[in-house]
């Protein structure tokens, strides 16, 4: 069997994800998309976001939970934040990259007799190349701050 979802997210922004079963407790995941609306394009030398992961299937071929261990790649920011209290605070990107991230995952299924799909997931994205992760503009430096992040997603998809 086959899943061919569409991902609309904070991380992603717009994206697909294809799916192939491999027998009842194993499928191999492949994704890409586009970053556009988070402040990257201006930063970032591609908007293109890639993803790949194998997962473990625990449960039947309509509802089951996974597990899996990938890798992605993507544009990454990191902005000033302001409080609610400071009426002159400018919002501005100061750290961005393209960085590559090992993912670890968990996550639900379900695959209707329909053809509809849907999957819940939640991960973890370590990133693999920090020193990728640059200050922006023309500071000397800038906050420390970590692109490893945890992420989160719901998709709806096709399943066949």
Known sequence: MNAFYAIIGTSVNLGVE???R??????LSAGGG???FDGTESVS???FTWSAMPRLRLGGARWAFTAGVGISGGPAV????CSWADDECQVVVDRAGYLTRANLELGAEMWA???FALRMFAGYGYV????DFRCVGDAPSCPAASASTLYTGIVLGYAF
Do not use: C, I, M
């Not at 491999?22 to 499928?27: H, I, L, M, R, V």
């Not at 990191?78 to 934040?81: A, G, N």
């Open 113 to 115: 007799r329909g053809g």
């Open 45 to 47: 030398k591609s908007p």
């Open 22 to 27: 491999f027998g009842s407790f194993f499928e």
């Open 34 to 36: 586009v970053s556009l």
């Open 78 to 81: 990191h902005k000033t934040s």
């Open 18 to 20: 294809v799916v192939h």
């Open 128 to 131: 693999l190349d920090p020193e």
